[in-house]
């Protein structure tokens, strides 16, 4: 039987193939309930995917952005947690950071994930102690161990508010549509760390997440918890993901905030 990595590796692939097609069509895009847009490629990825892997692993569970939750979910001690397309807007305005992101969760932490961005070419996978790898090679965080210089991935306008209680330093700031694409380039060391200061659930972290592991990176919320999965409640308040040495120093300007989830 395939494995679970190669299986989901290869429905990323082939998912990614499809949410392009459906896109060269034109997509129609809309509001879900709270306001963030979803597309029909969103729609059509999402039951893509739950048809492909639940036919493969019909005894998994299933926790997607884009689908109903089931509380069934949670009696199941591996599941599949996704994100069809993660960074929507990007893929409707065609920019390229969007990506496909399929986690494998064994009782609460993920076993497998891979990160798909078809767009760039880029394939993130990663197996729990078999390390990561950005299209067949090993990667690894990189060794920053200033605030000061360092590449971030955030709001460039969130590091410039007056209420810090000590003013961020210089730094290179750039964003990327897809939560799931920022942390994979803090594994691969492009960048040094990402900070989002707002809610995340699940399936925007889980494949994420394993891969920063696997690369050396650390990946908590804003308090320095590490992130557990397939909860009652999947969402998150936030999400620091930085070079093992940036890390600590980040989580000192930012622990003291309390934030909703």
Same mark, same amino acid.
């Given at each position: 039987?395939?494995?679970?990595?190669?299986?989901?590796?290869?429905?990323?692939?082939?998912?990614?193939?499809?949410?392009?097609?459906?896109?060269?069509?034109?997509?129609?895009?809309?509001?879900?309930?709270?306001?963030?847009?979803?597309?029909?490629?969103?729609?059509?990825?999402?039951?893509?995917?739950?048809?492909?892997?639940?036919?493969?692993?019909?005894?998994?569970?299933?926790?997607?952005?884009?689908?109903?939750?089931?509380?069934?979910?949670?009696?199941?001690?591996?599941?599949?947690?996704?994100?069809?397309?993660? %960074?929507?807007? !990007? $893929?409707?305005?065609?920019? &390229?950071?969007?990506?496909?992101?399929?986690?494998? @969760? *064994?009782?609460? /932490?993920?076993?497998?994930?891979?990160?798909?961005?078809?767009?760039?070419?880029?394939?993130?996978?990663?197996?729990? %102690?078999?390390? !990561? $790898?950005?299209?067949?090679? &090993?990667?690894?965080?990189?060794?920053?161990?200033? @605030? *000061?210089?360092? /590449?971030?991935?955030?709001?460039?306008?969130?590091?410039?508010?007056?209420?810090?209680?000590?003013?961020?330093?210089?730094?290179?700031?750039?964003?990327?549509?897809?939560?799931?694409?920022?942390?994979?380039?803090?594994?691969?060391?492009?960048?040094?760390?990402?900070?989002?200061?707002?809610?995340?659930?699940?399936?925007?972290?889980?494949?994420?997440?394993?891969?920063?592991?696997?690369?050396?990176?650390?990946?908590?919320?804003?308090?320095?918890?590490?992130?557990?999965?397939?909860?009652?409640?999947?969402?998150?308040?936030?999400?620091?993901?930085?070079?093992?040495?940036?890390?600590?120093?980040?989580?000192?300007?930012?622990?003291?905030?309390?934030?909703?989830?």
């Amino acid at each position: 039987m395939i494995g679970d990595l190669a299986l989901i590796e290869a429905a990323a692939r082939e998912v990614g193939t499809e949410a392009r097609r459906l896109k060269a069509q034109g997509l129609t895009v809309w509001s879900k309930d709270g306001g963030s847009p979803v597309t029909n490629a969103d729609i059509a990825v999402d039951s893509l995917l739950k048809a492909m892997l639940g036919e493969a692993r019909p005894d998994y569970g299933w926790l997607s952005e884009e689908t109903a939750d089931d509380p069934a979910r949670l009696a199941k001690s591996r599941l599949f947690v996704v994100d069809p397309i993660d %960074g929507t807007v !990007a $893929f409707f305005k065609e920019k &390229p950071w969007w990506s496909v992101s399929i986690a494998v @969760v *064994e009782d609460g /932490r993920p076993v497998a994930g891979v990160v798909h961005a078809p767009d760039l070419a880029e394939t993130f996978v990663a197996t729990l %102690g078999g390390g !990561a $790898f950005l299209n067949g090679q &090993p990667i690894r965080a990189s060794d920053s161990g200033a @605030v *000061e210089g360092c /590449r971030m991935l955030g709001d460039a306008p969130m590091f410039r508010h007056p209420a810090w209680r000590e003013p961020w330093p210089p730094m290179t700031i750039e964003t990327r549509n897809s939560i799931a694409y920022r942390m994979c380039l803090v594994a691969d060391g492009r960048f040094d760390a990402a900070l989002a200061l707002s809610g995340k659930s699940e399936w925007d972290l889980a494949a994420a997440d394993l891969i920063c592991g696997e690369a050396g990176a650390v990946s908590t919320d804003h308090k320095g918890s590490a992130f557990a999965y397939n909860r009652i409640n999947p969402r998150v308040p936030s999400l620091i993901g930085a070079a093992p040495a940036l890390h600590p120093l980040i989580l000192d300007r930012v622990r003291h905030i309390d934030l909703p989830n």
